[in-house]
């Protein structure tokens, strides 16, 4: 099994700047990709941010230019650099996983249990 552990949430004002951070753990073989969504009630989930193991990046457009994603392919972590933070981006923040576990299992989509932002004065 593979399990994703968050962190960094909070709230913070606006303007001003916060980073989370997501842990892969487990029987893991092979990384493909890791990223970022968000939601907010009601809402469906979106991307934010994605980074594959070569490092190639792809961010929602709302984001672009204040968010910044990095990876450390050895210790299977994703980081998230948010500033320039603004009220709509007030979400629970989940860290999504793609990749091959040591058993031969393969997954798209791995989710961990998600980290709330409040951007708010």
């Known amino acids: 099994q593979v399990q994703l552990v968050e962190s960094g949430g909070g709230l913070v004002q606006p303007g001003g700047s916060l980073r989370l951070s997501c842990a892969a753990s487990?029987?893991?073989?092979?990384?493909?990709?890791m990223g970022w969504y968000r939601q907010t009630p009601g809402k469906r989930r979106d991307l934010v941010a994605a980074?594959?193991?070569?490092?190639?990046?792809n961010y929602a457009d709302s984001v672009k230019g204040r968010f910044t994603i990095s990876r450390d392919n050895a210790k299977n972590t994703v980081s998230l650099q948010l500033n320039s933070l603004k009220p709509e981006d007030t979400a629970v923040y989940y860290c999504?996983?793609?990749?091959?576990?040591?058993?031969?299992?393969?997954?798209?989509?791995?989710w961990g249990q998600g980290t709330l932002v409040t951007v708010s004065s």
């Open positions: 999504n996983w793609g990749g091959e576990t040591t058993t031969g299992i393969r997954y798209r989509e791995l």
């Open positions: 487990g029987n893991i073989f092979m990384t493909y990709a």
């Open positions: 980074i594959t193991s070569g490092g190639s990046t």
